[in-house]
């Protein structure tokens, strides 16, 4: 339906159609229930009180209405990202990086390297779409080309979505308006039950559940990340995902990554933590700010992860264990269970 026909078909067809619609009419206090007129009729029928009451004007009501119907629309654009691309520049001492990078959707990329060696940087080249703008002189490709205005503007301007371990919420509000905030902004039809969703999903990922009500500023640090890991994955439109450091975030970490795969983004976490390393499908690895060369995880790998898990899990019943109030003794269960690992 082109803009011409949204002006001047029924508004209450158009509302039949397109639910979401209606939120618009709500904002402005104008009764759509029957309603046979097009807009356009509708906007001429609306006395001078109507307008001098809101601030505005026809003409501006009539181009926030276009405006609102351009963002449902671009919002159900799949615009698809092939590949992302990261050309080699420079190292900290001026020499040409010895490899590029290559990442496709579905695939999960570990940046690997020492406290300082530039994973970070990486992580900020990307972020800003470097174009040999930058000190490393990287230059970023999106499908293989230099992306321009166009293709941020396909995902809402948001084309890339990053999760530290310094997230903090300042908003007033609580957990369930946020994500209604966030979903409507995205013009989803069904925000409700894909906000209900999200919380469940935010919940299996964090240690400590919370609830709908919950102020978001309440949150800890480890259940703010899973919130954003579980709205990234749902509502956020970014193809791309940056993850810094959330190894002690108190997050399922296998469940996440799972989760963000199957919703076909493209995967790359800076870290130190061997466990997210061996689920990772390849690393790159940094050295004096450069990026020296791509390993992909191998067969042996795989297994060593299964050996290390356990430890893991053991480690992080223990944790759970003292976290309780509880304390040792010879007969044990935790005890038995590690010294007989």
């Given amino acids: 339906m082109d803009t011409i026909s949204w002006l001047h078909a029924p508004v209450k067809e158009i509302i039949e159609k397109r639910p979401l619609l209606s939120d618009f009419f709500v904002s402005f206090n104008i009764c759509t229930k029957n309603e046979s007129k097009s807009f356009s009729q509708l906007v001429d029928s609306l006395p001078g009180t109507f307008y001098d009451d809101c601030g505005t004007s026809k003409h501006e009501l009539t181009g926030m209405y276009v405006d609102f119907i351009n963002g449902m629309n671009a919002s159900e654009v799949q615009a ?46 990307i972020e800003w779409l470097a174009n040999a703008d930058t000190p490393t002189q990287r230059r970023v490709l999106i499908n293989g080309n230099l992306p321009d205005e166009n293709t941020i503007n396909r995902f809402g301007g948001k084309l890339i979505a990053q999760i530290t371990q310094n997230m903090n919420f300042v908003l007033d509000m609580d957990v369930h308006s946020f994500l209604m905030l966030h979903a409507q902004s995205r013009f989803m039809d069904n925000a409700e039950e894909v906000v209900n969703e999200l919380i469940n999903l935010a919940n299996s990922l964090s240690g400590e559940e919370f609830s709908p009500s919950t102020p978001i500023t309440f949150l800890s640090g480890g259940q703010s990340r899973a919130l954003m890991i579980a709205d990234v994955a749902c ?72 050996a290390l898990k356990k430890l893991d899990d053991t480690l992080q019943m223990t944790k759970d264990y003292f976290r309780s109030g509880n304390q040792l003794s010879s007969s044990d269960e935790l005890t038995n269970t590690i010294w007989n690992y």
């Fill in 80 to 125: 698809k990202i092939e590949s992302l691309d990261v050309l080699a520049g420079n190292n900290k001492s001026g020499n040409h990086e010895t490899c590029d990078l290559h990442l496709v959707p579905g695939e999960i990329t570990c940046i690997v390297g020492p406290t300082g060696s530039g994973k970070s940087r990486l992580l900020a080249d």
């Fill in 235 to 306: 509502i956020g439109q970014a193809p791309i995902v940056l993850i810094d450091e959330i190894e002690n975030a108190g997050v399922n970490k296998k469940k996440a990554l799972d989760l963000l795969v199957r919703q076909d983004k493209i995967v790359l976490i800076a870290t130190h933590d061997p466990l997210l390393i061996l689920l990772s499908d390849k690393r790159v690895v940094i050295k004096n700010g450069g990026m020296s060369k791509i390993v992909r995880t191998n067969k042996e790998e795989k297994a060593f992860y299964k």
